[in-house]
DNA sequence: GCATTTCGTCAACATCTGTTCACTAAAAAA
DNA sequence: TTTTTTAGTGAACAGATGTTGACGAAATGC
């Protein structure tokens, strides 16, 4: 009996780790929130036996911290780009917003997967999204400090114009993943409306007074 | 032998739906976001059998839209409260913040269910809650557009403005809700907060010119 | 009063879950 | 080379899951 002699069946040695992070992310994106997902659901997707799970990590929680930072590590330093490119003015605006949300665009299973544990995970989980966000929000802050025409205006209120900023951006790149892939029109159509919002936005503070409670 | 001659063992009859879903909202609150729920669990909690989930609804997601039309019911009928109150100007805002968050804050179950289910939820219970939003974003445009110093702003942008007030409450109402319950000082930091953006917003759609595409 | 429908219980099923342990092929270290 | 460590497989477990069907008590209709 000829038997087979060549036998790569796994020829794949070393890649588990990646095809499983993959593979989770994929069923985020086409199935189900983050925490819904079971062990045995992502190794069966990953092409490997459940046990070979943990020559990874410990638990799915786990899997789920890396996917996480993994998401995040990419972000951080786009937005490192954008904030150096220019400095802010209106005209800046559209610029900055058309490559975030070209970067959404791109990496669209990453930003799927955060909307979804922003409230769906953990209580970790939460936590740490909810931290890098007010980490993005206090370098707006700061680097909204360094406009001339802002120098009236108190590092606390300055907080909260980032703050307001960031909240809308959060909740139109929501909008955004709701849309098909390619629908096209939609997604400009949510660009534009971004554009607009962020220069009422600007024109708002343009007119603030930081010291008043209530003159 | 002598038999137990009462047995009133189950005496609540009739009340076993009400019962599901409390039981749901609850697990919601204390546990995880309703799609990782189990039916079991659910009717644990509620002192059922899992058969008797049968009687009430079809499955779990049936359930969901119920909870979802329950938590939408009662949240209409207070914003048409709020909004027949009074004209809006600066000085209506702080009252409509504080009506507002203070029925968040005595509603937390229902607020917590929608928002873990604003992203984690199936696209059919998305749906519903994103047309509930959309729905509102177009009754505060219809309201502003009944101002006399919005009336050189077309419909369009009213609909940005309203929108983006819109997306900013609805992310104030996610922070609020991360919040320990009897956290009254960061509760009070976020209501501060919602009164400041929006009052800045209004100050930009003060400033707000309609036709410029660019001049 | 009796008949019927409503609504909860109980037992049982097939399936899926996380995790264990022993085993082995391949890669790295010696 | 030989030895050791790494990274995969496979069988098996105890427990949880959704759903079925037959059964009975309470509520309702007549």
């Known amino acids: 009996m000829t ?10 040695r070393g890649q588990t780790r990646e095809a499983l992070m993959a593979a989770a992310l994929d069923l985020v994106v086409k199935k189900a929130p983050f925490s819904s997902l079971s062990l045995r659901e992502v190794t069966k997707r990953a092409g490997v ?12 929680s786990a899997l789920g911290l890396t996917l996480l930072d993994e998401s995040f590590r990419t972000l951080r330093q786009m937005m490192r780009q954008v904030r150096q490119e220019e400095l802010p003015n209106e005209r800046m605006l559209r610029g900055s917003i058309e490559t975030y949300f070209n970067y959404v665009r791109n990496n669209r299973a990453h930003f799927l997967f955060v909307a979804k544990e922003l409230f769906g995970g953990t209580p970790t989980m939460r936590n740490a999204i909810r931290r890098e966000i ?19 205006v108190n590092a606390e209120d300055l907080q909260m114009m980032a703050g307001l900023v960031v909240n809308n951006v959060t909740a139109l790149t929501q909008e955004m993943l709701e849309l098909e892939e390619d629908d096209d029109y939609g997604q400009q159509q949510v660009l534009q409306t971004a554009e607009k919002q962020l220069r009422l936005i600007y024109f708002g503070v343009g007119q603030w007074k930081s010291s008043n409670a209530s003159s």
């Open 3 to 12: 038997k087979d002699s060549s036998r790569p069946r796994k020829p794949k």
């Open 134 to 152: 007010r980490m993005f929000t206090n370098e707006l802050a700061m680097d909204m400090a360094r406009f001339p025409f802002l120098n009236h």
């Open 49 to 60: 036996v459940p046990t070979a799970f943990y020559r990874h990590f410990p638990d799915m």
